[in-house]
């Protein structure tokens, strides 16, 4: 089975500043789509960003990138130029190519400080 | 373009009663996902329907079914209502089956 972890409950960064938020998760399948979701307190889910597991170079998205390391299961999310509109919950999902379900993690909720 | 649109947005129910709640795709979109969120907890995955079949069930009880229709709007039913039910339900679309998925707002289930 599926499993993704978030050992981050709660993270906080000053404004501007960088943070990384950690996720692992496990798997038997070869291929797979990695996502981290943001939620803000309007409770909207938006996607930030992708990640195919067969491919090797790390996904970026504008302020947002991640480190995908596929032999250690995990696939960190970090945020540059941190700002106010940054903070809310950050979930990590895991989905086989196949597609049975997205599991999602517990999630990090993301405080920005001024 | 309309999002993906959710309705009611909050409903009450009490135990053994039974809810349906309903989700429009983006307009294009083939793909409904069904979602249940408790209170500071990740997304579970409930259903996926693809062109109006089911293509993938999670670990909920026979109480929990969808369907969807020919316009690609959803429907996610629970039957006999637990107090454990309560949540936030999320329905989200996509065009193919593994694309970026699109939330909408949810639907707030309060079971008394």
């Known amino acids: 089975a599926q499993t993704v972890t978030q050992s981050q409950p709660e993270m906080s960064v000053q404004e501007a500043e960088t943070v990384t938020l950690s996720c692992t998760y496990d798997t038997s399948e070869s291929d797979y789509y990695l996502f981290w979701y943001k939620q803000p307190p309007s409770r909207q889910m938006i996607l930030v960003i992708r990640q195919e597991a067969y491919k090797q170079q790390n996904a970026t998205e504008n302020r947002f990138s991640v480190n995908f390391q596929k032999a250690a299961k995990s696939f960190s999310l970090k945020i540059s130029d941190s700002q106010l509109g940054d903070a809310a919950m950050y979930f990590c999902?895991?989905?086989?190519?196949?597609?049975?379900?997205?599991?999602f993690g517990p999630g990090t909720s993301l405080s920005v400080i001024p | 373009d309309a999002g993906v649109t959710q309705s009611p947005t909050h409903l009450i129910k009490t135990r053994g009663q039974h809810v349906t709640l309903r989700c429009s795709p983006i307009?294009?979109?083939?793909?409904v996902s069904w979602y249940q969120q408790v209170l500071g907890q990740g997304p579970q995955f409930i259903f996926q329907y693809y062109e109006k079949e089911e293509r993938g069930r999670g670990n909920f009880p026979d109480r929990f079914s969808a369907r969807q229709f020919p316009n690609y709007s959803s429907e996610l039913n629970v039957n006999a209502l637990l107090l454990g039910d309560s949540a936030l339900y999320l329905c989200a679309s996509s065009w193919g089956m593994i694309n970026e998925q699109f939330f909408g707002p949810g639907t707030r289930l309060t079971v008394l």
């Open positions: 307009s294009g979109h083939k793909s």
């Open positions: 999902a895991c989905v086989k190519t196949s597609y049975d379900k997205v599991i």
